[in-house]
Each structure stands twice: as structure tokens, then as C-alpha cells.
């Protein structure tokens, strides 16, 4: 028989809930607890029967026998409106009771999943790191507080976004801990910039590998890191919008990273939107009219901007090819382009220019053999070398 009805609560007869707390039987607790947690779920029920059967539901909440608890916690885990005291209690149960009611309660609001957050333990804090919906502060709370641990299940869980500015806490926090940083890079909405940061980090420890086990000499080994640090930079870049690589070069000149070989491989592979934007920035000139002076190929305009970059005068040319490459190949599919760029510019060296001398070519084809794909690599070293045999 139901304990109780759907009567007013003046009809509720509360010496039979305390007589069920007190002596009831296991059944008769978990049929009170069944009814009374409906009722609390039950948001078109008058306000004041759900407010009166709070205190029997504390104690239910704190009950020794532990059945009566989960079952409490199994039903009020669908409440949307629950007392914060009844709340805190079973969360603060047995994990068994606690983890899975505080995974799914949608009476967990901001506030309160804050305030578990800042005292719960371990355990909690990673369901709480899982959930979806976070609010803003408490992504901020784990970003800048919580073990490495919960921040792996943070970065795991993919109905929340996380802000630049916790990301960058979370990568200067944990940059040296790899479930950290694997996890930062599965990541579709990482900032670029941490990702440059972390493909430096990487090239610069595989050098440190190398030099400690002696595997190559050290000048190699350093030339192949760059290399592939350079390469995975480019790559990230050439995956950014443009307005993302707006912001990432003054970042990459404050890290020292927007070097000339970097803007000299950006060119060779026919990255035009990196190269415009470095001459732009290091020479102070509007990007709007260096787009300019690419797009109508001015010779004379282009070389007052870079002679302003402070980049090496011998290197001009190819900067200079880049920008005719560019020009010629502005109908070709993205693809094609990229195959035949390099081998387009060691043809603008060879044979366009006639204020190339013939001294020069060799040393500006090793330049472009150095900071090429394979193939472009492979040809210009090949007509370096007969330049110089001849």
C-alpha cells in the first residue's frame, strides 16, 4: 500500500514516515524512499509537498542501510530541482552511490559542481572533469588546479570547449607530462601556437636523444631537427586560416622562430600567404600593399621591402622567384602547385634572371636544395653540381 497519496500534504500523516525511518523493515524503507524521491521529481506537484518531504529524504539520504541510499540516489538522479543538502549527501556516499548521481544529476549547476570540484577528491573530480556542459569557471578550476589526470579526462571529453586561455595553461602546466600533451593534440580546437610550441619541444628533445646516444654527429643531427621542425611549422601554418596566421607570426617572432630559413621555406614551397605576412611584419609595411607588390610582381618594390625584413641580401632571388612562381601558377589546382613549385623556382634562377650571376646560382641552388621537398632537393643539387664542374 502506497505510503503516500496524491493528496495534500496536509493529508500526509508524518508519524508513519517516522515510524518506517525508525522500525521499518529494508522493504518498507525502500518503498517510502521509492515514493518520496518520485514525488521530488515530480515538478507538477505543488511546491510545498515537495519542499515538506525534504527532511525525511535527508534522512533516507543518510540511511545505514545502503540499499535504501542507492535507491534514493538512482531516482533523484533525475531531478532537475533538488535541495543542496540531499545533493551534498549522496554525493558525498560511497563512490558506488556517489560517481554515477554526480555524472548525471542535472541539479548540479554551475555553483555547485564548482564547489565539488574545490573539495571533492580524485575520484569525483575526474566525473566531474567528463561532463558535458562545463561552465566556463569550472573548466578554469581544473585547467589551473586539478592533477594531470583530470586534465586528461578534461581534454577527453568533447561536449565542452575549452578557452585559448586555459589551453595555454594546460600546455605550460603539462608540457612535460605526454598523456598531457597526446591528448592536447587530439584536440580540433587547439590554438595554434601551442601546437608550434610543441612540435619545437619535440624536435628539441629527439636532438637531445641523438647527441646523448651519439647515433650521428652532432652538426647532423642538429640539421635534421631543424629540418623536421621547420617542416612540421610550415605544415601547421599551412593548415591555418588566414586570419589565424595574422596573429601566429608576431607570435612567432617573439619565440624567435620566424627565421629566415623558415620564411625562405615557406617560400620554396610556395606558401605565398606566410611569406607576405612575414615581409609585412618584419618590414613594417601594410599586408595590404605587399599584396601589392606581389600580385603586379614589382622587382624594385619587393626588394626595398625585404632589404627592410633584415633577411640575407644573397637570398633575394628566391623570395623573387617565389613571387613570379606564384604569379604563373595562380590558375593551378592546389596540388599541382605544390608539385611543381620548387622545381618552377630553380627554372626562374637558371634562367630568368639575368642580374644572377653565374657564381650565384650554384650557392642559391644549394639554398633551395637545403630547405626543399625530396624532389626539388634531388634537381638542384644535381644542377649545382654542374654548375660548379663547369
Not at 559542481?113 to 558535458?132: F, I, N, P, Y
Request: proline letters at 4%; one cysteine or more; charged letters at 30%.
Amino acid at each position: 500500500m502506497s505510503v503516500v497519496g496524491r493528496k495534500s500534504i496536509k493529508s500526509f500523516n508524518t508519524s508513519i514516515f517516522d515510524r518506517v525511518l525508525e522500525h521499518g523493515t529494508i522493504e518498507e524503507k525502500k518503498n517510502l524512499t521509492e515514493q518520496l524521491a518520485l514525488l521530488a521529481c515530480d515538478l507538477t506537484a505543488p511546491e510545498l509537498e515537495r519542499e515538506a518531504i525534504v527532511p525525511v529524504l535527508l534522512r533516507l539520504a543518510v540511511d545505514p542501510i545502503k540499499d535504501v541510499r542507492l535507491l534514493l540516489a538512482k531516482i533523484l538522479v533525475h531531478c532537475e530541482k533538488l535541495h543542496p543538502d540531499i545533493l551534498f549527501s549522496i554525493i558525498a556516499d560511497d563512490e558506488d552511490i556517489s560517481l554515477p548521481f554526480l555524472a548525471d544529476s542535472p541539479a548540479l549547476d554551475r555553483l555547485r559542481t564548482l564547489a565539488v570540484l574545490k573539495v571533492g577528491d580524485k575520484a569525483r573530480q575526474l566525473v566531474l572533469a567528463a561532463r558535458s556542459g562545463l561552465s566556463t569557471d569550472a573548466i578554469s578550476f581544473i585547467a589551473d588546479t586539478c592533477d594531470s589526470e583530470v586534465c586528461v579526462a578534461l581534454l577527453d571529453n568533447d561536449d565542452i570547449e575549452i578557452s585559448v586561455k586555459n589551453y595555454r595553461r594546460l600546455y605550460v602546466r603539462f608540457r612535460d607530462v605526454p598523456e598531457v600533451t597526446e591528448q592536447l593534440l587530439k584536440r580540433d580546437d587547439l590554438p595554434l601556437e601551442v601546437r608550434i610550441l610543441q612540435a619545437k619541444k619535440a624536435a628539441s628533445n629527439v636532438q637531445r636523444l641523438m647527441a646523448e646516444k651519439g647515433w650521428i654527429p652532432a652538426s647532423d643531427a642538429e640539421e635534421i631537427i631543424v629540418d623536421a621542425e621547420e617542416t612540421t611549422l610550415l605544415r601547421i601554418l599551412a593548415g591555418a586560416r588566414e586570419s589565424e596566421i595574422d596573429g601566429l607570426i608576431p607570435f612567432l617572432a617573439n619565440k624567435r622562430l620566424l627565421t629566415p630559413s623558415i620564411i625562405l621555406r615557406a617560400a620554396c614551397g610556395g606558401d605565398m600567404r606566410v611569406v607576405s605576412r612575414a615581409l609585412s611584419y618584419l618590414s613594417s609595411t601594410p599586408l595590404k600593399k605587399v599584396h601589392k607588390v606581389i600580385d603586379e610582381r614589382a622587382t624594385m618594390g619587393l626588394k626595398g621591402i625585404y632589404n627592410r625584413c633584415g633577411l640575407p641580401s644573397n637570398c633575394f632571388h628566391i623570395i623573387r622567384a617565389a613571387v613570379d612562381v606564384s604569379g604563373d601558377m595562380k590558375q593551378l589546382a592546389t596540388g599541382a602547385k605544390r608539385l611543381r613549385f620548387g622545381p618552377a623556382i630553380i627554372e626562374c634562377l637558371m634562367t630568368r634572371y639575368n642580374s644572377v650571376s653565374v657564381q650565384e646560382k650554384p650557392v642559391l641552388l644549394e639554398i633551395v636544395a637545403r630547405l626543399s621537398d625530396d624532389n626539388t632537393r634531388n634537381l638542384a643539387r644535381r644542377l649545382a653540381g654542374q654548375l660548379k664542374a663547369a
